[in-house]
């Protein structure tokens, strides 16, 4: 049996097939990683198209609110001479009520609260007493207002938009409106279910409270959520992205942006499960390119693999860990003194550097800010483990733009790149070895101080802040950053995500005491 094993495990028919278990495992290894990123990508695309269609969701209702207002507006400043004028009152209230759809119910009143003029007449409010929500704050207030969504002495579930009339000599004679139902057509309605997906993707819109004010599904209109955590992110940062886990327990990739006037938030969110449904395609057609070359390498280790000797054997053994990033080199330093040994020898090296180098710039594409060349929030999170794992202490300084979102409203996005573009050289040339740069967020960043203390760190963030707010930004001129500090050692007994906290926490400190500061975290 010994005899008959020894004679069958010839050694070029065990590097055959180690040769083959080699090929195998990197091919695997590439076709996973390459899986891992495309399926990031996907999950970050599709939340950025979210994000950009919420935005321009809240664009179209921001336009369509002001439009509305300035109907009222004009309208309003050509029948403060005809408040006696019943039938004139009348007719204006019905054009625009039944011109544009802009509202579904429109109201006259006087300075007193005392309806003028209604459309549509069926409501029969001509001579009664204004009480609603909407009309008492529009009475009180006596300017142009969009009201909290509330319910009206009719039932409906209404926002209340309207204008004050006044005469030539400034005094008030009453309130213009406009109602406009929120479980029934209208403009904003159309606006807000046009909505060209069939993939589970859907809209909503909530207002500060968390009541929805529409939804798809119309019973949930007035609703308020309360099982939503990801919302209270929301409400707080006004525009993005995230994973959310809707009401039926779904995870959705959700885009969403504010209505400046209101501060209502649109939300798009598509569901996860179909939007990874492309994935398989992509996969097949990376196994489809990368298997020839997979066969390609097999099949010349496998000319070579008669010609067995010790430097053969070395090979060999080097092919079980194709998945170390250095065996290029262990493979590299094999002496192998002649032809054949050396001919596998260089196709090793050509099938792991492929490899290795595929796996490279994946890996780099998913770590790296496409627009500024700097580290991004993925590969920020796996330094911090890594660190956290070695017990290296280092410092965070976080860092915010001052007032970025001007630089993008007054000179465009283009400038507004520039800028970050500019500010990452910056952020470079303060760093040493060891230290890295990460952008985390549109005009956020992150400077990761390998090894330094805290009174350290703060030194270099002031010389930081002074430097750029002394730097010249093309068309913008000159900006200021804060930024806040923290820092972390193995000794501390707190978690790295607590000390980010803290560092964040101190950020928002150097906004509220006035921007361009650096802040050091209470918990040193």
Known sequence: MTALKSKFLKLNRLILFVALTATALTFINGVFSNYKVQREQLIQQTIEVNRAYADKLSDTTEVFLTSSQQQLAYTANSIFN????????????????????????????NSNGLTQAASPETLNLIGTQLSSEGSVEALDKKRALISAPYLSTLGNLIIFISTPIFDFNGDYLGFLGGSIYLKKTNILSDILGEHYYNNGSYIYV??????????????????????????EHILSTKEGGMLLNNSKGINML??????????????????????????????????????????????????????I??????????????????????????????????????????????????????????????????NNRRAFQIKLQQMSLLEIPFSVLALDIDYFKRINDNFGHDVGDKVLQRQTQILKTFSNDGDMVFRTGGEEFVLLLKETSLDDAFILAEKLRIAISEETFDVVGNITVSMGLAFWSSDKGISVDKILSLADQALYEAKGQGRNRCIISEDK
């Open 82 to 109: 005809q408040m006696n004028n019943g039938s004139y009152l009348i007719d204006e209230a019905n054009r625009l009520k039944y011109q544009t759809d802009s509202f579904n119910s429109v109201v006259i009143s």
């Open 254 to 307: 959700a885009g969403y942006s504010t209505i400046p006037s209101t501060g209502w938030v649109i939300i798009t969110q598509s569901p996860m499960e179909k939007t990874l449904v492309p994935l398989v395609g992509i996969i097949e057609r990376v196994i489809l390119g990368t298997l020839p070359i997979a066969l390609a390498v097999f099949l010349f280790i496998w000319l070579f693999a008669r010609a």
């Open 206 to 231: 909530i207002d500060q409270n968390k009541q929805i004010l529409y939804h798809p599904e119309k019973k949930r209109i007035g609703t308020f959520i309360s099982n939503n955590n990801g919302l």
């Open 309 to 374: 000797s010790r430097p053969l054997q070395q090979l060999a053994e080097k092919a079980s860990s194709l998945d170390n990033p250095n065996v290029d080199q262990e493979i590299e330093s094999i002496r192998s003194w002649y032809v054949e040994s050396l001919g596998l020898k260089r196709a090793m090296l050509t099938g792991v550097k492929l490899v290795q180098n595929q796996i490279g710039d994946l890996k780099r594409d998913a770590e790296t800010d496409p627009l500024t060349g700097a």
